[in-house]
C-alpha cells in the first residue's frame, strides 16, 4: 500500500471508531448542526416555563442552548459517561449549569413525564421504536421535535426544512394528543 492510502485507512478507521455507538446505544453520536439547534427549539416555541428533554444528548449543544437561549430548564439523556461528563464541562462554560442536567442513561428506561419538549435526533427506526413510549409517558401538549427523522404514520403537527451545506434537511413538530 502506498503511504497515503495507509494513512487514509488510518484516519478512515478513526472517524468510524469516534462514530460507533457506546455499548448499549442504539445510534451513534451525529453533531446537531448549531443553525438546527436553534431551528428545532424555535419549532417548539420553547420558553422559560418549559423543560427540554433532549434525548440522546450527545455532547449537550441543544441542552444548554436550550437553557442559554431560551431560558428553559433542560435534561439530556445520554448513554455515554464520556459525552455526559463532557456536557457538564460545556454547560458549566457557558453558566447555566443550574438550569441543566445530564443523565447517564439509555434512553429507553429514562422518565420522561416531566418533560414539555422533546427533543431528538436518532434514526427513524429508534423514533418508530420510541413512539409507543413518547405517546404513553407525555402528557397531552407536549412537543416532540425531530431533526432528520419522522415517526413513520404519526402525521407532524408542522415541518420546516434546514439547509445545511446545499442540502435541505426536514425537522419535524409532533405535538402529543389527548389519551
Same mark, same amino acid.
Given at each position: +500500500? #502506498?503511504?497515503? %492510502?495507509?494513512?487514509? $485507512?488510518?484516519?478512515?478507521?478513526?472517524?468510524?471508531?469516534?462514530?460507533?455507538?457506546?455499548?448499549?446505544?442504539?445510534?451513534?453520536? $451525529?453533531? %446537531?448542526?448549531?443553525?438546527?439547534?436553534?431551528? +428545532?427549539?424555535?419549532?417548539?416555541?420553547?420558553?422559560?416555563?418549559?423543560?427540554?428533554?433532549?434525548?440522546?444528548?450527545?455532547?449537550?449543544?441543544?441542552?444548554?442552548?436550550?437553557?442559554?437561549?431560551?431560558?428553559?430548564?433542560?435534561?439530556?439523556?445520554?448513554?455515554?459517561? #464520556?459525552?455526559?461528563?463532557?456536557?457538564?464541562?460545556?454547560?458549566?462554560?457557558?453558566?447555566?449549569?443550574?438550569?441543566?442536567?445530564?443523565?447517564?442513561?439509555?434512553?429507553?428506561?429514562?422518565?420522561?413525564?416531566?418533560? %414539555?419538549?422533546?427533543?431528538?435526533?436518532? %434514526?427513524?427506526?429508534? *423514533? $418508530?421504536?420510541?413512539?409507543? #413510549?413518547?405517546?404513553?409517558?407525555l402528557a397531552p401538549g407536549t412537543r416532540v421535535v425531530s431533526f432528520n427523522f419522522d415517526m413513520g404514520d404519526w402525521e407532524p403537527?408542522? +415541518?420546516?426544512?434546514?439547509?445545511? *451545506?446545499?442540502?435541505?434537511?426536514?425537522?419535524?413538530?409532533?405535538?402529543? *394528543?389527548?389519551?
Amino acid at each position: +500500500m #502506498k503511504p497515503s %492510502t495507509i494513512a487514509e $485507512l488510518i484516519g478512515l478507521l478513526l472517524v468510524a471508531s469516534a462514530c460507533a455507538p457506546h455499548p448499549g446505544a442504539d445510534v451513534p453520536f $451525529l453533531v %446537531t448542526p448549531p443553525e438546527v439547534v436553534d431551528r +428545532m427549539l424555535d419549532l417548539a416555541r420553547v420558553g422559560p416555563a418549559d423543560v427540554v428533554y433532549d434525548l440522546g444528548s450527545g455532547d449537550g449543544r441543544l441542552v444548554i442552548a436550550a437553557a442559554r437561549d431560551f431560558r428553559a430548564r433542560s435534561v439530556g439523556i445520554e448513554i455515554d459517561p #464520556k459525552l455526559v461528563a463532557r456536557s457538564r464541562e460545556y454547560a458549566r462554560r457557558a453558566g447555566v449549569e443550574s438550569r441543566v442536567t445530564f443523565l447517564e442513561q439509555d434512553l429507553f428506561q429514562a422518565e420522561l413525564s416531566a418533560a %414539555t419538549v422533546v427533543t431528538l435526533y436518532l %434514526t427513524r427506526e429508534v *423514533n $418508530l421504536r420510541l413512539r409507543p #413510549k413518547l405517546e404513553r409517558e407525555l402528557a397531552p401538549g407536549t412537543r416532540v421535535v425531530s431533526f432528520n427523522f419522522d415517526m413513520g404514520d404519526w402525521e407532524p403537527t408542522s +415541518m420546516l426544512r434546514v439547509d445545511i *451545506n446545499g442540502r435541505t434537511t426536514p425537522v419535524y413538530l409532533w405535538v402529543v *394528543n389527548p389519551r
